[in-house]
């Protein structure tokens, strides 16, 4: 099952990485800032337009951003086993 929280985690890092604010990338993806910081905490899980546009803003395709998210729910799996 998807979890809106490893979608989150992985576009925040994506945007740290790249050094930008909230405020730039969701003017880039032209979403509201809130919406951003609403699907970057998992509380919003963002539709197929919003995410290739995230993508579009952060400079990576979408099937790199599917594959962060991807390897983001084995490692929280993993953990969760390990506990």
């Known amino acids: 099952m998807l979890?809106?929280?490893d979608v989150g985690a992985v576009i925040r890092r994506f945007r740290k990485e790249k050094g930008l604010s909230q405020e730039v990338v969701s003017n880039l993806a032209e979403i509201g800032r809130t919406h951003?910081?609403?699907i970057e905490?998992?509380?919003r899980r963002p539709t197929l337009e919003?995410?290739?546009r995230l993508s579009e803003a952060l400079g990576v395709s979408p099937s790199v951003l599917v594959a962060a998210v991807e390897a983001e729910r084995k490692k929280r799996a993993e953990k969760e086993e390990n506990a």
């Open 50 to 52: 919003t995410f290739f």
């Open 3 to 5: 979890n809106s929280k």
């Open 36 to 38: 951003l910081s609403a």
């Open 41 to 43: 905490r998992g509380e």
